[in-house]
Nanobody
Framework: QVQIVESGGGLVQTGGSLRLSCVAS????????MYWYRQAPGKEREFVAK????????EYADSVKGRFIISRLNLQSTVYLEMNNLKAEDTAVYYC????????WGQGTRVTVSS
């Protein structure tokens, strides 16, 4: 059974950086795409970034392209989201999602960007 735990969120000023982590378990992590999504207050959950099983194919939402970097360490069953030059509109709860079970969502980690 897929389990996902996100961490690394917090309060940061505009222009700052954070690195989110997501540890997954319960399946063969290295065989599946991993995704980051976010949900801002009052808005629908939206795609942020995705990375394939071996880390060679990566895609970003236009809103974060050039500022966020997704990466993974398969031996540690972990996927990261490095977020730079943060903006107020990046404020959201960030969720990690596994290609193994797309309908499973963890608790998320909250990111608040203050001006």
């Amino acid at each position: 059974q897929v389990q996902i735990v996100e961490s690394g969120g917090g309060l940061v000023q505009t222009g700052g950086s954070l690195r989110l982590s997501c540890v997954a378990s319960g399946y063969a992590f290295g065989n599946y795409w991993m995704y980051w999504y976010r949900q801002a207050p009052g808005k629908e959950r939206e795609f942020v970034a995705k990375i394939d099983a071996n880390g060679r194919n990566i895609e970003y939402a236009d809103s974060v392209k050039g500022r966020f970097i997704i990466s993974r360490l398969n031996l540690q069953s972990t996927v990261y989201l490095e977020m730079n030059n943060l903006k107020a509109e990046d404020t959201a709860v960030y969720y990690c999602n596994s290609g193994r079970q797309r309908d499973y969502w963890g608790q998320g980690t909250r990111v608040t960007v203050s001006s």
